[in-house]
């Protein structure tokens, strides 16, 4: 059973993120992601998944409403924020997604995942830096008189 989410501290992490909160009730958010929203934004309700356990349900709403619920799950997702982003949950709209707070597993997980992402950059710098290095010894040995035979 994972921990209680409350869907304040989503709500906080969205808005930290420059995310518009739109506070709707739970009865204008079943409306639909394109409604009569003249800006795009999110909103937030508390509900529970089959396990019983408290999870946020969060949604996009706007004209945009598709970049929004980009940026919900990008934002959620962050290590710092350390949370797990569902869409295909039972009785979730389009525009909706469910919120849990993410497991150890989960995160380390990403962590590995990132980490074989940014290898070849990695590698890279560590050239770079290594060739710099090397370049600035060799100058500092033939400022110091010291020439190399080959």
Do not use: N
Not at 80 to 109: F, I
């Amino acid at each position: 059973m994972s921990r209680t989410t409350r869907s304040h501290t989503i709500a906080r992490h969205l808005t930290a993120g420059g995310l518009t909160h739109l506070h709707l009730t739970e009865v204008e958010q079943q409306r639909g992601p394109t409604g009569r929203h003249e800006h795009d934004g999110f909103a937030v309700r508390q509900h529970r998944d089959e396990a019983g356990t408290l999870v946020v349900i969060a949604g996009a709403y706007g004209p945009d409403w598709f970049a929004t619920m980009r940026e919900i799950r990008h934002r959620l997702e962050q290590p710092y924020v350390k949370c797990t982003v569902l869409s295909d949950a039972p009785g979730l709209g389009d525009h909706e997604v469910m919120v849990r707070w993410a497991t150890s597993e989960e995160l380390q997980a990403r962590k590995r995942a990132q980490a074989e992402r940014q290898a070849p950059l990695v590698a890279l710098l560590r050239k770079q830096a290594a060739a710099e290095e090397a370049a600035a010894e060799r100058q500092a040995l033939e400022d110091a008189g010291q020439y190399g035979l080959f």
